[in-house]
């Protein structure tokens, strides 16, 4: 883990921490203003429509512990919903239903995003687990004046370069499934004109949190090769 009382990660960090801070609170505000907006389906009645509408009666719907751990799962073809988002049946539920709904039709249609994500998630897994051992190990073996130093921080700096790359591609799969939802709740017509305004509101808050978590790689990343070059010319 990188030095949390040192005055450069947090000048480094402030930019991302600050846009997560405030996505996630705007995910929180947009969700609790979007239960106040009725929807003709509960989430689950919501998804199950935009799945059988497009041929994807395989893929199954289910209820899923914890608070909006919603997502699509390619391997099982199964969509799992928080119990918030299964059953409620208003705006943020059915959006947000909508948007992981549209993640099965990007699988479904083999989009070249998604096949490209799902082909970085064992790099990105793996590389993330270790980078932060690497790039701590190489810096201190480059403060202490150690050859091995060098080659350590590289390794770690290619498994946040893994990670990173997973997380740019992620974005445009995030952007097209909450596009798909916006348009297919208006076109099966399972919100009205309030509501569509209520689940864009929804996905556009969410789609900044993804926006940040890769913003903080990469900054976290720059912060590293900062400490490494000053370790280097120490």
Known sequence: MPFFF?????????????????AQARVRSTF???????????????????LDEAGLTNVAVEETLGTLTDHYDPR?????????????RHAA???????????ALQDAQQYAPLVIRNAAVPAATYGGNL??????????????GAKLGTP????????YLAVLFFQVVNLPVEFNASNRAKVL??????????GGVAVRKVLNAAAWTYVAGTLQTLLTLLYFLFRFAGARRD
């Open 185 to 194: 709740l208006d076109e099966l017509q399972i919100v009205d004109a309030q």
């Open 93 to 103: 539920a059915v959006g947000i239903a909508a948007h992981e709904a549209g993640h």
């Open 32 to 50: 609790h203003s979007g239960q106040e907006v009725p929807a003709a389906l509960s989430g689950a009645a919501a998804a199950r429509h935009i």
């Open 152 to 159: 350590i921080f590289f390794l770690g700096v290619l498994g």
């Open 131 to 144: 980078a932060g051992i690497f790039l701590m190990i190489g810096l201190v073996l480059a403060f202490a």
């Open 6 to 22: 040192d005055f450069y990660y947090l000048l480094f960090l402030s930019p991302a921490l600050l846009l997560m801070f405030w």
């Open 76 to 88: 099982h073809k199964v969509l799992r919903l928080s119990s918030e988002v299964y059953r409620g």
